[in-house]
């Protein structure tokens, strides 16, 4: 297999390791996985994160970051195929069901005024478990234009 | 990117921490977003986008105004 392969490989398991626990692979538990050295899955690990397929906590090889997944608790909570994932941020929320395909709740809070919301995606589209229509009132803020996502990707 | 109540929520936010306005999205605009980005993110065969795919992206979700230019 060369490099190229096992990079792909590589990032398909750690997503669907984030998909089926809810949590990344450690590096030690990826280079299980594909019979390879530690030290040869943490450069794969460096070159995906290079690549923007995922993101690394700065020095470390821990992932903290496999969009829409987060590596850290968060106040966007995903409940879906019986688990509770985090997500990255108000967009992410919506792109675990989107990623998994399947229906889900999310528990968020609403920045300034710190209110609990409840968002329900079933069949494919946005449900009110409230009844409030509060769903249509909410917005998504992006700061930044899509040229600058990059340059520091926990603040966007 | 952070969830709001309301518009003035998010100007309150920007202007108290000195950020910059930025676009908002609905809720719905958002997850029709996140379909098209993330639908195959678990494939074996996403490798990424390239800007133009990103571009594309952008136009089919009706994102058309001058901050989602890439």
């Given amino acids: 297999m060369n490099n190229e392969t096992l990079l792909w490989q590589v990032r398909h398991f750690v997503y669907n390791h984030f998909a089926d626990t809810i949590h990344p692979p450690s590096v030690e538990q990826t280079a299980q996985h594909f019979n390879i050295s530690t030290e040869q899955a943490g450069e794969l690990y460096k070159e995906l994160n290079d690549r923007h397929s995922f993101f690394l906590e700065p020095e470390t090889l821990t992932i903290r970051m496999a969009n829409p997944f987060s590596g850290l608790p968060t106040d966007f909570k995903v409940h879906a195929n019986g688990k509770t994932y985090f997500a990255n941020c108000a967009w992410d929320m919506l792109g675990i069901p989107a990623a998994l395909h399947c229906d889900a709740v999310i528990d968020a809070v609403l920045t300034e005024s710190g209110e609990s919301v409840q968002i329900e995606i079933r069949d494919g589209k946005i449900t009110d478990p409230s009844g409030t229509s509060l769903q249509d009132q909410l917005l998504v803020h992006f700061p930044l234009p899509f040229a600058r996502w990059y340059d520091d990707l926990v603040f966007t | ?70």
């Fill in chain 2, 1 to 70: 990117m952070l969830l709001f109540r309301s518009e003035e929520m998010v100007d309150r936010w920007c202007k108290r921490n000195g950020l910059e306005h930025g676009e908002f999205l609905t809720i719905d605009q958002v997850w029709e977003l996140s379909k098209l980005w993330y639908h195959n993110r678990l494939s074996m065969d996403f490798h990424g986008r390239n800007l133009e795919q990103v571009a594309e992206v952008f136009k089919q979700a009706g994102l058309t105004s001058k901050f989602w230019y890439i």
